[in-house]
């Protein structure tokens, strides 16, 4: 019996038999040969889950029909999903407006923030020899939520990095301005791919004690690095651009260049180069996806795990990436929302020319 | 380090064979002044006579590389301490204002006092409100910079160089930049801090002020003092060739 006689949309699996031995035999192949052998599955009482569960059709539905087969258990699955969005949704809108008045919402947010962080990476890690948190390896993380780490990893780390760097830059002293010259030049000067490579197989040759580090770890390294140089150069644009008479009179005036810096060089060189940072932010957001190319699964390599290595869902390839790439979208186009509020929200010289 | 410039005969600023080069550019050439404190001195002079390049030797905004510059007893040396100390005396206006334009007027004037004299910031701000009353502008208190105009933004940063509370006040040529009916505003400004007792080098192209407020007027050319007296003696009486060629194309 040949797989595609079952399989009404001939996808085409490889079958071969050779001497009475299969040699590449599909999934339903196997089972219909473990029924041969064994007999019929007993009926177990359990609600088929959507992997189990195969929703292809064989012949035309209506409309109602598909709505009714194929549409509505999504929306069952998902509708607790739903209600926590919605949730958090309004959370967040709540505190924005709140916010606007009230200084302790914001204090509260911000600290929520930071907190945040530490307790959600704990809560994922988990515990070992628990049953609560069990332990979870970050080798197992993936998808959204592992991309979404590695931004945020990325843009928190890399950005006091790239501006210190920037700084470094135009310093005074020789051996800074080399070493930060050289670091700039080097990481904008190879592939991030090859970085993340680099991190992953040649600096545990090195540092023998570094190839224990999580492979996790190692590449947010990679790519705040990597971002820090592009950073870099982005903050040096604007920190050309402020008038050498405010420094002037900012040295009149008895502010040493820490003063300096912090009141009057940074406020205005970042304010001018909100765009490109916030760009270069989107651009490692979707740098993020090379890593699974190193072996991290995050959102494209599960999807690519999922439709390539899965047959049940290999017929679902466009609907997959279609759906990712709107995930991609989304959330680049709330980054650009973001740098465009950054920006009219700016005081002075930005709002007042 | 530093002497009281109470007395009036003791200078508060004290020069001797000042000559700095750019490059191969000798632009300050064995110059010897003494300012007296309480003392209002103009200094005029062609464009390129090294006037402005002088006064920003003082407060080290530019390094002369010989002679002898003493300010209120510290002289000007490589050391830091001492530039540190000379600059917390000398307050300096520019001729492109250089406020700072993404903080209002009040952040720029309370940002040096808070951060190197570390005034609380309501001390700070009340002395600011007072400081902008005296230069004339107290509403603007909460305006950014671009919303004012050049006379209020000149006015602004006199407030700003006055909050340091400095003994000598410089000002390289601050009407020289402003619409000519703004001009008044920021010279009745300065005639006030000349009256109030205030030592004062000022580099200016305005000849009204320098007769009816000036202690002494100092003459300027390719990088010398070429005369140097009363307002009386300069437009009256000047003594050097090149003084008059100078006032004759001015006046």
């Known amino acids: 019996m040949r797989d595609d006689e079952l399989n009404d949309t001939n996808q085409g699996y ?19 040969a473990r029924i041969e052998e064994y007999g019929m599955p007993p009926e177990v009482e359990h609600e088929l889950d959507m992997a189990e569960n195969d929703y292809r059709f064989v012949g035309p539905r209506s409309f109602g029909e598909f709505i009714s087969v194929q549409v509505s258990p999504l929306f069952g699955r998902v ?39 530490p307790a959600i990476l704990i809560i994922l890690h988990g515990f070992e020899n628990s049953r609560l948190m069990p332990l ?13 780490l590695l931004t945020i990893v990325g843009i928190t780390a890399s950005f006091p990095l790239g501006v210190a760097l920037a700084l470094g830059r135009r310093s005074d002293l020789p051996a800074v301005k080399w070493t930060c010259t050289i670091l700039i030049e080097t990481i904008r000067g190879v592939p991030l791919i090859t970085i993340l ?10 540092w023998s004690q570094l190839s224990d580090l999580d492979l996790t770890i190692r590449m947010m390294i990679g790519l705040t690095l990597f971002s820090a140089a592009y950073l ?92 990712i790439a709107i995930v991609y979208f989304i959330i680049s186009y709330a980054m650009s929302d973001v740098s465009r509020r950054l920006e009219e929200s700016g005081a002075g010289s930005l709002r007042h020319q | 380090m530093g002497e009281n410039g109470g007395r009036s005969d003791e200078p508060i600023i004290f020069c001797e064979g000042v000559n700095k080069w750019f490059g191969n550019f000798h632009v300050l050439k064995d110059v010897d002044l003494e300012v007296a404190p309480r003392e209002v001195l103009v200094i005029i002079g062609p464009s390129g006579s090294g006037k402005s390049t002088f006064i920003r030797c003082i407060n080290r905004l530019e390094e002369h590389q ?48 808070r951060f190197v004299r570390r005034q609380p910031r309501r001390e700070a701000d009340e002395i600011a409100a007072q400081l902008l009353d005296r230069v004339g502008i107290p509403e603007q208190a909460r305006k950014y910079p671009a919303q004012l105009s050049g006379g209020q933004q000149q006015r602004v940063a006199i407030a700003r160089a ?90």
């Not at chain 1, 490889?14 to 219909?32: H, I, R, Y």
């Not at chain 1, 040295?251 to 940074?266: D, E, H, K, M, S």
């Not at chain 1, 090379?290 to 290999?314: H, K, M, N, T």
């Not at chain 2, 002289?75 to 000379?86: G, K, M, Q």
């Open chain 1, 197 to 206: 490579f680099m991190a992953k197989l040649i600096v545990p040759f090195f």
């Open chain 1, 79 to 117: 509708a607790p999903s739903f209600v926590v969005g919605t949730a958090l949704f309004v959370n967040g809108w709540l505190i924005g407006v709140l916010g606007k008045r009230e200084k302790s919402v914001r204090r509260a947010a911000l600290a929520s923030w930071i907190l945040a962080f």
């Open chain 1, 136 to 148: 979870v390896p970050t080798s197992v993380w993936g998808g959204l939520l592992l991309t979404m």
């Open chain 1, 14 to 32: 490889a079958w071969l038999k050779m001497d009475g031995v299969e040699l590449f035999s599909g999934q339903e192949a196997q089972t219909l």
């Open chain 2, 66 to 113: 010989e002679g002898t510059i003493i300010v209120d007893g510290i002289e000007l040396s490589h050391d830091v301490r001492n530039i540190a100390a000379i600059r917390s005396e000398i307050g300096m206006v520019f001729q492109q204002f250089n406020l700072f334009p993404h903080l209002t007027v009040l952040e720029n004037i309370t940002l040096a006092p």
């Open chain 1, 232 to 323: 870099a150069e982005n903050v040096r644009g604007g920190l050309q651009i402020i008038p050498h008479g405010q420094l002037e009179a900012a040295r009149a005036l008895g502010l040493n260049p820490l003063l300096t810096t912090t009141f009057i060089v940074l406020p205005q060189a970042l304010r001018a180069v909100i765009p490109a940072i916030v760009g270069q932010f989107i651009s490692l957001f979707k740098d993020t996806s090379l890593v699974a190319l190193v072996g991290l699964f995050e959102l494209v390599g599960i999807v690519d795990i999922i439709v390539s290595g899965q047959p049940i869902y290999r017929p679902y390839q466009r609907e997959a990436y279609i759906f």
């Open chain 2, 162 to 251: 006055l909050a340091m509370q400095p003994k000598i006040m410089l000002f390289d040529e601050p009407t020289s930049a402003l619409d000519p009916e703004m001009i008044k505003e920021v010279l009745d400004v300065m005639k006030e801090l000349a009256e109030s007792g205030m030592t004062m080098l000022v580099v200016t192209h305005e000849m009204g002020f320098a007769r009816e407020v000036a202690d002494r007027i100092v003459l300027f050319d390719e990088g010398r003092i070429v005369e140097m007296g009363t307002p009386q003696h300069f437009f009256d009486n000047p003594q050097h060739e090149r003084t008059k060629l100078f006032l004759s194309q001015i006046l």
